[in-house]
């Protein structure tokens, strides 16, 4: 399985990919160049502006996965790398990238979207084949994965109920009234914790959204994906015996998922 530096091409501190990618040019902001009168500056050099206020409360700390939109510029208004312009979100550690941009992240809370002025101390400080000088990122914070839902350890009252013993509540509205069958096959992003908070997987680790066919996973995905209509998100409490049922290495008891039906295949 690649890692998670090896899809953040720009951001990591890894070196950069050897394949040229043609992206479509985002336009660069007007106050590119350098940070308005109205940017907060932090001690240590970096500028930032709330372009969007978010709606969650928690902030990202250094050992987070966090999952994000980001386009960066030169401050002459040179677009070097957008997950925008790429047309799907990346994932990674807050303390996997230049210290610019996990600063910025740790201020930021799930669904705000940011402006970052990172000086070239916080960047990649001159090293050669790198975007040079103060660099220009607008930033929005889409998930944290790593970090488990408030109603983790029950359904709260107003969750939904069938009868196998299934819990849900619908987070985000979908479009349509098409429902997968059993028979077929879904993309999805999804994460798992356990009842006491531990995620132990998400389609965020990997960078990119999961295929598969419906009745080829736990009987509670199952039928919760079948209550789903493409671009709904869903939280699932998943009781044991539509889970792992006690298989030796799996993870035990309730499990709870936030899964977004992404397409129906």
Do not use: C
């Amino acid at each position: 399985m690649r890692t998670i530096a090896a899809r953040l091409v720009v951001l990591a501190s890894v070196a950069l990919s050897a394949q040229p990618v043609t992206l479509k040019m985002i336009p660069p902001p007007p106050d590119v160049a350098a940070p308005p009168a109205d940017a907060v500056k932090s001690v240590t050099g970096l500028a930032s502006k709330v372009l969007a206020p978010g709606t969650g409360k928690d902030h990202p700390a250094p050992t987070d996965l966090v999952a994000v939109h980001y386009t960066g510029w030169t401050t002459d208004g040179n677009m070097f790398d957008s997950s925008v312009a790429k047309g799907k979100p990346t994932s990674f550690r807050v303390n996997g990238v230049i210290p610019g941009f996990s600063e910025g992240l740790q201020l930021m809370v799930v669904g705000e979207k940011r402006r970052l002025w990172i000086p070239e101390a916080l960047a990649y400080k001159g090293r050669a084949g790198r975007p040079a000088g103060l660099l220009v990122f607008d930033l929005e914070l889409i998930d944290i994965p790593t970090h488990a839902p408030a109603d983790v350890k029950a359904p709260p009252p107003e969750a939904k109920r069938t009868p196998s013993g299934l819990a849900y509540v619908v987070l985000k509205e979908g479009v349509g009234g098409r429902r997968p069958k059993s028979s077929g096959s879904v993309t999805v992003n999804y994460t798992g914790w356990t009842t006491d908070g531990k995620m132990f997987d998400s389609s965020m680790l990997r960078g990119e959204p999961t295929t598969f066919p419906v009745d080829q996973v736990i009987k509670g995905w199952t039928e919760g994906l079948q209550l789903m209509v493409e671009g709904e998100k869903a939280r699932f409490w998943i009781p044991s015996k539509l889970a792992y049922d006690g298989e030796a290495g799996k993870p035990a008891g309730m499990l709870v998922f936030d899964v977004e039906l992404i397409k129906i295949q």
